[in-house]
């Protein structure tokens, strides 16, 4: 069964306007990461939020951790038409390798 | 750096047919992982190898599934025989892992190989 899933499947937005994607999960973890998937390529790590740590900023993503609700949430600022992708969420337990949610599936209209 | 590459990109057979995978990590990176991923899914792990040994194979249906990695450095995956609910992406990742450690290390991934079964 998927450890971690993303709220909601699927998101229609316009150019400049921001994005939240959640993303919740079962067990405790070490670290939960984001990955962004472009149709028909590989993912591409975002950034990683250890479990000590409520909030992390890498340029026009932020992302919060709640570890009492097992939650997360990415949100992507003033979003471009080249964010359109599928967003995933990964946690590391520390007992196995990552595993990844079903995926929120951003369209960003120009 | 050069990524993680993987061959081929599509591959399309015949159910009971056999197919492999190759791939070939970053170069130094000791941690090494096959994902399957069904379209509108996210990728569930298959087999992840700590240099030339086998870390996690625990969802790899071992009756027509194996994986090697040769010298801890490139890898095959093979379907042997391949059945209709195979169909899906296969993707390679690796990831750096001083010291037998694999937290808090990303993994980079290659674009995969798309595999239709007829």
């Known amino acids: 069964s998927q450890q971690g899933e993303e709220d909601p499947q699927a998101l229609s937005i316009q150019e400049g306007e921001n994005a939240t994607m959640n993303c919740s999960y079962k067990?405790?973890?070490?670290?939960l990461q984001w990955y962004r998937q472009n149709s028909g390529r590989g993912l591409v790590h975002l950034i990683l939020?250890?479990?000590?740590?409520r909030e992390k900023h890498s340029g026009r993503l932020r992302v919060t951790l709640d570890t009492s609700k097992k939650s997360s949430s990415l949100l992507i600022t003033a979003s471009r038409a080249a964010d359109t992708a599928s967003y995933f969420c990964?946690?590391?337990?520390?007992?196995?390798?990552?595993?990844f949610g079903s995926g929120t599936r951003l369209q960003v209209q120009p | 750096e050069a990524g993680v590459a993987q061959s081929p990109r599509y591959k399309i057979i015949e159910k009971r047919q056999s197919v492999a995978f190759w791939c070939n990590p970053i170069?130094?990176?000791?941690?090494l992982y096959w994902y399957q991923q069904i379209l509108g899914q996210g990728p569930k792990l298959l087999i992840q190898?700590?240099?030339?040994?086998?870390?996690?194979d625990s969802q790899l249906p071992k009756d027509r599934f194996s994986a090697e990695r040769l010298k801890g450095v490139d890898s095959t995956l093979k379907i042997q025989p391949a059945k209709l609910e195979d169909s899906a992406v296969y993707l390679c990742?690796?990831?750096?892992?001083?010291?037998?450690?694999?937290?808090?290390?990303?993994?980079?991934f290659g674009d995969g190989t798309r595999l239709s079964i007829l």
């Open positions: 990964a946690t590391d337990t520390g007992r196995r390798a990552l595993t």
């Open positions: 939020i250890r479990s000590n740590e």
């Open positions: 190898f700590q240099n030339n040994g086998v870390v996690d």
């Open positions: 990742a690796s990831s750096l892992a001083p010291k037998g450690r694999t937290e808090d290390q990303p993994q980079h």
């Open positions: 170069s130094g990176h000791a941690t």
């Open positions: 067990t405790s973890i070490n670290n």
